[in-house]
């Protein structure tokens, strides 16, 4: 009897808690503190959505705040926005992400920065099949080769700065289009896990000067520029990006802010985003031995989540197309009218409605 309790005991109690020593000790890179108060944050993208509430709470928080973006309207826009809000004065760089010389510019007359964050994006949803490949190297060349180019414009300057006791962070914003592939992203979520790739290699090689890498995953935000994505997106991508709630980009700061300052590798913003990232945390360094604890406990569970998820997704595939299919072939049998709504819902374009009506007369 006692051996039974002594064997329950140490299966309960005496594993788990040498595996929550174990990893105390293993974790890399080691935890750290980063403080944002008195430092720059130099945002891109600062000048709307998510941008512009990260550019707000920093300003809140103490932190002398530089914004970069295309548009100088929009910038100024944004600069009394946040002087209204906070009395504070951000300094505001248009520039395009893509032109290296341009941003280079920037990051120079903006001084040494402290907190790079990473937040500019375009985003189109489209199958791939539909979209042109310009508009591929588009994605690409903002989010991906853009984050490179910021990234080679400020690292040297971060490196050699006054005070190297001082950590600073490089922090980019992804999605959770960048955890998962979803259909109508093939472009996006590979610009968006390009950025992974990147943040895991960089965090090596910068780890030695005290700089500190961030990777944020939000879900569907309510921003400009999501509100215009939603005016031409396909059906199953609405039906598979709402397997996630939505957020507030105000929300979305908070949880950039606290993850940055918490020197957090993976920055998820919700529940959802939580087991996503506990689901895909693949070999990514992690600094908290309390998260490696439940990342190796929930691992076999959260895969058993995961296939879940892909079942319901491809379920509705299906059952799109099969109604897609059932639609044009009553469509074509009874040949009568539709509205265009209903022709738009199952993406049947003019052509299809002029081949069907030759095919009726
Ligand atoms: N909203 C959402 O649902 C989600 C968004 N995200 C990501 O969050 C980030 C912000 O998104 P959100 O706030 O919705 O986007 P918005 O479209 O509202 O804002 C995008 C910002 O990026 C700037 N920008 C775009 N292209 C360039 C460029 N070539 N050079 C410089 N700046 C540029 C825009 O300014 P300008 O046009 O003047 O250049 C603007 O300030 C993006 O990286 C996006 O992928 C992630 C998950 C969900
Ligand atoms: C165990 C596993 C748990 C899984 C939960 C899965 C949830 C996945 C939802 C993916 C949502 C993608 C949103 C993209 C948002 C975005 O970036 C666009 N709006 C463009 O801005």
Redesign the pocket.
């Known amino acids: 009897m006692a051996d039974a309790y002594f064997s329950l005991f140490t299966l309960i109690v005496l594993i788990p808690l040498a595996l929550i020593a174990f990893l105390y000790f293993l974790v890399r890179p080691r935890p750290v503190k980063i403080p944002i108060k008195n430092r720059h944050v130099f945002i891109t993208g600062g000048s709307s959505g998510i941008g512009l509430a990260l550019a707000h709470h920093a300003a809140a928080q103490g932190s002398r705040v530089s914004i970069l973006a295309r548009s100088r309207n929009k910038l100024e826009e944004a600069r009394n926005a946040v002087r209204l809000a906070t009395g504070i004065d951000v300094s505001v760089f248009a520039a395009d992400v893509r032109d290296y010389d341009a941003v280079k510019r920037a990051v120079d007359e903006a001084g040494p920065i402290d907190v790079l964050l990473l937040n500019h994006?375009v985003?189109v949803?489209l199958e791939l099949e539909k979209q042109e490949l310009s508009e591929v190297k588009f994605t690409l060349d903002v989010n991906l080769m853009g984050s490179f180019n910021l990234i080679k414009a400020a690292l040297p300057a971060m490196r050699t700065r006054k005070d190297p006791q001082q950590p600073v962070s490089i922090a980019l914003v992804s999605?959770?289009?960048?955890?998962?592939g979803?259909y109508g992203?093939a472009a996006?979520s590979a610009s968006?896990f390009g950025l992974r790739g990147l943040a895991e290699a960089l965090q090596q090689e910068v780890i030695a000067d005290n700089i500190h890498v961030s990777l944020i995953f939000?879900?569907?935000?309510d921003?400009p520029?999501?509100a215009e994505?939603n005016k031409r997106k396909p059906e199953l991508t609405k039906i598979?990006?709402s397997?996630?709630g939505a957020m507030k980009p105000e929300e979305v700061a908070q949880k950039t802010f606290d993850g940055i300052k918490s020197g957090s590798f993976i920055i998820p913003c919700n529940l959802?985003?939580i087991?996503?990232s506990?689901?895909t945390a693949g070999l990514s360094p992690q600094r908290s031995f309390l998260m490696a604890t439940v990342e190796v406990l929930a691992a076999g569970i959260?895969r058993i989540?995961?296939l879940c998820?892909q079942w319901t997704w491809y379920t509705s595939i299906e059952k799109w197309h099969n109604q897609r299919k059932a639609f044009v072939e009553l469509m074509i049998s009874t040949s009568s009218r539709f509205t265009s709504k209903e022709l738009k819902h199952f993406e049947l374009g003019p052509c299809f409605r002029r081949l069907v009506a030759d095919i009726a007369t």
Do not use: M, N, R
């Not at 939000?218 to 935000?221: M, R, V, Y």
């Open positions: 994006g985003f949803a999605s959770q289009a960048g955890q998962v979803i992203y996006y968006k939000p879900p569907d935000t921003t520029g999501f994505e598979i990006a397997s996630s959802e985003g087991a996503l506990l689901a959260l989540a995961g998820f």
